[in-house]
């Protein structure tokens, strides 16, 4: 067993070098490990992964425990189970089919008007860029920022700093989750955060300020209940925001490193093919949680009931058995695990790909003959999210 992991899984590790322990596990040819640490098992294989993520014995819910133990007033713990039995990854049949519907038609209909609305935003981004020489272009802030704000609030039918304001207080109020025990004043924080975001929406409905056949329009026309409904444009916002942003990073950030060896990549795959291979590579959410119904019996290893599982789709996403040029860019065959597997398949990830790919579309078509270097980039990996930090371009003529 390889150096990396004998001492079991760290979070150091997942963090500091992610892939080389993915490669080290592969190598060894263990699929499923226990780490010590994180009280969890680990799944790696992308066949046991894609088939596991469907498999009804793993559920979803690992929040109501978490709620119930909490030392809050029972109002606020009303509050707070109210909110939470309505995040769709974190709920289980029936009820999440029927919520989940709620969201998915709406999206649907969205999906056709996507790339009209992210191709018009990527040409008022990135255009000017071709009458300019030799620029130093902060690939964050000036080029992926604006993009996915622009887009996703277009998207939700909103206005852009009304869009801003419900993810900033919506991310208050998802926070404290990420929290293992969370204090008097965390949980204050997030009932205010709750209400607050609640209040915001209220107000954007009475006020009648949203776009007609917006996915915002969509979800208040489609569902009756005020509470389903405030708890689902706050879900949208928040789990669509980061991930959607991250996608955009890492398609400049794969644009820019991969032809600067090869010229002629994309006379060998297509565009749609790049982006969906830079989606495959750098996975935003690296995992999917579940835990156990009942005892499973896999590979010789038992996973007891109640034990959590952590489902790598960023590993089985590099799985060398699975995928030719496993740790670079190719012409994949399988399809990559970045959006889930299963009921929880994120309801997003057509709209983000139509996105992204417009947005390469109008990069590369502009672009194209300057020279791009990338002079700075910082990866942040915090274990349930990876991303670029920074990304500091130089476009030369
Ligand atoms: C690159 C962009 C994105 C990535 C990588 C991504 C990834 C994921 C993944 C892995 C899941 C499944 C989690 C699980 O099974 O535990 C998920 C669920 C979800 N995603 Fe996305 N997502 C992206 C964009 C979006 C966007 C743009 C939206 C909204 C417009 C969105 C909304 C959701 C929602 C609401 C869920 C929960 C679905 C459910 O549990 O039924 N995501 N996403």
Not at 309 to 320: Q, Y
Not at 369 to 390: C, V
């Amino acid at each position: 067993m390889k150096a990396l992991y004998s001492e079991g899984l760290n979070t150091r590790d997942f963090t500091k070098k992610r892939y080389e322990l993915y490669n080290n596990v592969f190598e060894s040819g263990e699929d499923i490990l226990w780490s010590k640490e994180h009280k969890a098992w680990f799944v790696f294989n992308y066949d046991l992964v894609s088939i596991l993520l469907k498999d009804k014995r793993f559920n979803a819910n690992r929040k109501k425990g978490f709620i119930d133990k909490l030392e809050a007033q029972d109002s606020e713990k009303n509050i707070l189970s109210s909110f939470y039995s309505r995040w769709l990854m974190y709920m289980d049949e029936p009820d999440h089919s029927k919520l989940r519907k709620g969201i998915q038609v709406p999206i649907n209909k969205i999906n056709s008007t996507t790339p009209e609305i992210a191709h018009l935003i990527a040409k008022e981004i990135i255009i000017p860029y071709k009458s300019k020489s030799n620029l130093v272009v902060d690939a964050i802030e000036d080029l992926a920022i604006p993009f996915t704000n622009l887009v996703l609030s277009k998207i939700m039918g909103l206005g852009l700093s009304d869009y801003e304001l419900v993810l900033r207080e919506a991310n208050n109020a998802i926070d404290f989750l990420w929290k293992p025990f969370p204090n008097k004043s965390d949980i204050q924080n997030t009932v205010n955060s709750i209400n607050s975001s609640f209040n915001i929406i209220r107000n954007i409905i009475k006020n009648d300020d949203y776009s007609p056949n917006s996915l915002f329009d969509l979800v208040v026309k489609n569902i009756g209940n005020d509470e389903d409904r405030l708890a689902l444009i706050i879900n949208v916002a928040v789990d669509g925001h980061e991930p959607f942003l991250s996608a955009v990073k890492s398609f400049i950030f794969f644009y820019a490193h991969c032809l600067a060896y090869d010229e002629k990549l994309l006379e060998k795959i297509s565009l749609e093919q790049l982006v969906e291979e830079t989606l495959r590579l750098e996975c935003p959410f690296p995992y999917c949680a579940r835990s156990a119904n009942e005892d499973i019996h896999i590979n010789n290893k038992t996973i007891r009931k109640g034990d959590r599982v952590i489902f790598l789709i960023s590993a089985a996403n590099r799985d060398p058995k699975k995928f030719e040029n496993a740790q670079g860019i190719g012409a994949s065959k399988h399809h990559n695990l970045t959006f889930g597997v299963g009921s929880h398949f994120c309801p997003g990830s057509i709209l983000t790909k139509k996105a992204v790919i417009e947005f390469a579309k109008i990069f590369i078509s502009t672009l194209s003959n300057k020279k791009i270097t990338i002079i700075e980039k910082k990866w942040n990996d915090s274990f349930g999210f990876r991303t670029l930090d920074k990304l500091i371009l130089s476009i030369e003529d």
